[in-house]
Structure formats: C-alpha cells, structure tokens
C-alpha cells in the first residue's frame, strides 16, 4: 500500500471520526475503536492506531495525559474543549468519584470545601495517581482543563471552586461562596458533640474513643485508616453474642461506628454514594472478618429513596428530629440566619436570642449544651467588633504543626484580633455556661481550664506569630467566660493582668460578674438580658 493511499485512507477514518464527534461532542477511546471496527471491519490494533494518527495529525485533540475510567482517553475536535457537562457525563459511569464531586460542586453553587471534596470522593488526602484516585489528581484535571480552581479563605481553609470568565469581580463573588459555604460546615457540625453524647448514652458507642469533627474546625474531619469521616468511635454493643460487650475490652474486638452527618441541607445520594465507598475501603483495608463496621447517618431532611436504599444497606439512619425533637429544625434554621448575619456583620443578638430560646423551649438545654456554647461565642461577636474596631479578625481559626517524629498537634482558636492601632494580636477563648458553673485553674494538661489555655494553646499559637513579634506587635490572650472562677483562678488572672499579656484595650480574663460589667459599660444592654435568662441556672 502506498503512503498516498494510507493517507487517504486515514482520511476517510479522520472524516467518520469528526463526523461522530460533531454529534457527540467527545467520546472514549474504547467507543471509538469499536465504532470503527465495527464501520469499516479494521481490528481492534488497527482502529487504535488510526485514532492514534487522527490525534497526531492534529485532526481531534485527546485529554492526555488524563484518563476517564479504564484507563481511557477521552477525544474530541480541535474546537471544542471539554465542559463540565461531559466530564459528568463520561464520569457518571466510569470515574463515579469524580462524577460525585461535579455534581455536588453544582448544587452547592459550584463550590466545594477540600475537606467535604475528600468524603465525597472517598480520597484519601495522600497519595498520587494519573487514574485519578486521588481528590488532589482530580483538582488538577479540573485546573489543567481550565475548570475550576482552588482558593484558600482568611482562615486557610481550601475550596475548590468552578471557574466562571464571565464575572467582573470573581474575587468578590469567591469570598461570598467560601463564607455561605463556611456557614454550611458550621451546621453541619455545630451539634457533633450532642450527637456524640446521644450515642454514648444510647450504647451505641464508647465515648472514649470518639473522635469528631469540631464545629469550631469544620474543615477538619476525624481521621482513621486514612480516610476521613465526620467522626468515628468503637461500640461495645454485641446483641447476643459470644463476645459481650463487657469483654470486648480493646478496639480490635470491637466495632467499629462511623458518622456522615448533614444538617445544613438535604442528605443526597451523592452523601449516600461517597459514604458507601470509605465504608467498602475501610473494610477492604483489614483482614477478611477482623473488623465490624457500623455506619450511622444523621440528617436533617432525606428523601424517601434515598433513606430507603441507606435501610437496605443496613447501615443506620437518624432524623435529627428523633434525636432532638422538633423544635431542632427551628435552631438549625435560626443558626444559619445567625452565621449569615455574621458574614454581614449586622447584630446578631435577636437570633442567637431565638435559638436559645427554642433550646430553652425544647427541653433540651443539657442535650443541646455545645451549641449553647457556641451561641455565645457568637453573641460575643459584635462585642468584640467593636471592642477591637480597628483590627481584622479570624474566627473558629486551627493552627497545626507536624513535628518530627511524625506526630500532628493543633489547636483551634475562637477569635483572633489583629489590630494595628494598637499593635497588638489578640487570641480569645470563649466559654458560655450557666452561673453555677466554675472553671478550675487546672494545669496545662488539663482541658477546659485556665492554665490550658494559657500555658498550652496560648504560647502554641504565638510560636505561629514570630513574623509579626519580630516585627514589633505584641502578642495578647483573653478568656471570657459566663461562668465563675475559683479563688485562685482569680489569683492567676490578675498576676496575669499585671504581665505583658493585657491587651491594651481589655482584661486578660473576664469570669461572669466581670463580664456582665464590660458589658454594662460598653452599652450591650441586650446582650446582658440574654446572658441573665439563657446562661443562669436558676431560670
């Protein structure tokens, strides 16, 4: 065969293959190959070939170097470029995980954290691999094909966020979506703790080893076998069985109970789907009947087939609601409106009034006593603004360090203050409980007590600041709490007050008496009438 015939031969195929991908749009390699064997009656090893000719000869372009589920090219004319659409639809059956990811993108307004990204993919947040396995190989497809792009908020946290080159100010629209979305994790983690301690008490799970995402980190999850869940424990609940709970005395004889937890929005079948797939990794990760998992949902609202393929998997499934009762879709509710008058920066004291009073309402003030706490912190807000009226702010900020032994420690902070008239950062431990409750002095290994914050986290987030000591601002702590000191607690704080830790603006500790006066003279007069009615034992 001469070379004038191959090439018009090989034309004949570029035509077929253009005219199928001006229908199309873009097809697999392997469709491709069985169009043209089935066509023109070429093996298998030839249509490779032809197609790899059609692509060199610049007649279509493929997505080399990425592949789309086997391995396979996915190629497309020269004009045409790869949308978001056919990603989705080439993924839906090929790559599921990356399908999983564009679709949730999409109904989130095209916004993702990487923390929900790595749950909804199943990806472990390590590892490499040109088949896309990874949510770090998916992001950089998304990048390199000029899709999407990653941006980190004020808080470091990362989202992964579709591109749009339409918008005249895309930086201000990204602020917008990573702080909604901020606000979304919040939620969804703002009520862990009481979820947790509904479990232990129920015996479904051994409060020990719970480990759980923190509504103050929302963006970080609890980690375990190198995937991520919204928190994990180990139960000693057996039912009849050989072993009883009462000697099932270490973790390897025990199950293992893992959370996906959403009260933000609907529970999706992409939520089900990601789920699933770190369920089926976890337990392809251990020996064959060495480890028992059992998967729990938490929702807000779930379709009716959704919750009944969760049944059929025999994983279990709890309305928010059953937990809690009804009024907690109220608080929830009432929680969103709260963050979002935080991102406005507008007084927020009217619906942190409201939670707190269907809380009150509800019965539920021990049940619910971590979100009465973060209540605080957020009816501390615009105190705080305005104390500090001239610095910016970070809240619910995590500072983390690897040492070197391979160990991770951090720790997260309420507020950070950075101010510039006076120079000065100034970290903020908040801690809203009733009047009969009284904080010890501790020690620095002891959590929830003054010495804790002061002597372990404080100086942890300094070491994070020597740019800036260097620079000249000095570093400050403050804790403020509606509870009560001991005596020496007191003793401590006011040696404290007489160091260079004293803000130059505030006390470094306010216990509920001197609070109430901050307060009273800082002209937050509906913040004190919701501190005496919401954080007093007697009422």
């Known amino acids: 065969m001469t070379k004038t015939t191959i090439i018009s031969e090989q034309q004949k195929y570029n035509d077929y293959i253009s005219r199928i991908l001006a229908v199309q749009l873009f097809e697999s390699g392997s469709e491709l190959r069985l169009r043209l064997v089935e066509q023109f009656g070429v093996s298998d090893s030839n249509a490779r070939k032809i197609i790899a000719r059609a692509a060199t000869t610049r007649n279509i372009k493929s997505s080399r170097p990425y592949t789309f589920g086997n391995g396979q090219f996915i190629y497309l004319l020269q004009e045409q470029d790869l949308s978001v659409e056919m990603i989705m639809t080439i993924c839906r059956r090929k790559r599921p995980p990356l399908y999983r ?46 899709l999407a792009y990653e941006k980190k908020d004020l808080n470091g946290i990362n989202y992964i966020i579709f591109r749009d080159d339409f918008l005249d100010d895309s930086d201000k629209r990204d602020k917008m979506l990573m702080s909604a979305h901020y606000n979304k994790m919040v939620i969804d983690s703002s009520l862990m703790p009481d979820v947790i301690r509904w479990l232990v008490n129920s015996n479904l799970i051994d409060n020990v080893n719970a480990i759980y995402r923190n509504k103050k980190t929302p963006s970080l999850g609890a980690k375990q076998n190198g995937l991520y869940w919204d928190a994990y424990s180990y139960s000693r609940a057996t039912g009849i069985n050989p072993v009883v709970g009462s000697k099932a005395d270490t973790v390897e004889k ?54 009944g393929k969760i049944k059929k998997l025999g994983f279990l499934a709890f309305d928010v609601g059953s937990i809690f009762g009804a009024r907690i879709y109220t608080i929830l509710n009432k929680l969103k409106e709260v963050n979002d008058l935080i991102i406005a920066e507008e007084n927020i004291e009217k619906s942190v009034k409201e939670v707190l009073k269907s ?8 049940a619910l006593r971590n979100l009465r706490g973060l209540m605080f912190e957020l009816l501390m807000f615009p105190v705080l603004k305005d104390i500090f009226s001239s610095a910016n702010y970070m809240r619910g900020k995590t500072f983390m360090v690897r040492h070197p032994d391979g160990t991770n420690e951090g720790y997260e902070y309420d507020y950070i203050f950075d101010s510039s008239h006076p120079q000065e950062i100034v970290v903020i431990e908040l801690k809203g409980y009733n009047s009969d409750v009284s904080i010890a002095l501790g020690d620095k ?29 000095k570093f400050r702590g403050v804790y403020i709490t509606t509870a009560n000191f001991w005596q020496d607690g007191k003793d401590y704080l006011a040696k404290l007050n007489s160091s260079g830790l004293k803000s130059a603006k505030i006390n470094v500790g306010y216990d509920r008496e001197a609070l109430l006066e901050l307060l009273k003279t800082e002209g937050f007069s509906k913040e004190i009438k919701i501190i005496e009615k919401y954080y007093s034992r007697e009422n």
């Open 445 to 473: 290994d002891k959590k929830s007590t003054l010495k804790w914050f002061f002597e372990r986290t404080l100086p942890f987030a300094k070491s994070q600041y020597k740019k800036e000591i260097a620079a000249g601002k």
């Open 359 to 366: 809380i009150k309402a509800a019965g539920q003030e021990d």
């Open 254 to 307: 025990q199950t293992l109970v893992v959370l996906d937890v959403v009260l933000s929005e609907d529970y999706r079948q992409q939520d089900l789907d990601g789920f699933l797939a770190r369920v089926q990794i976890n337990l392809r990760a251990v020996k064959k009947g060495q480890r028992k998992v059992m998967p729990i949902v938490v929702y807000k609202s779930c379709s009716e087939e959704v919750l």
């Open 101 to 146: 990811l564009l679709k949730v993108m999409k109904l989130n307004d095209g916004i993702i954290s990487h923390y929900e990204g790595l749950k909804i993919t199943a990806s472990p947040d390590e590892g490499s691999s040109t088949k896309v396995n990874t949510l770090a190989d998916m992001v950089k497809i998304l990048v390199k094909l000029e």
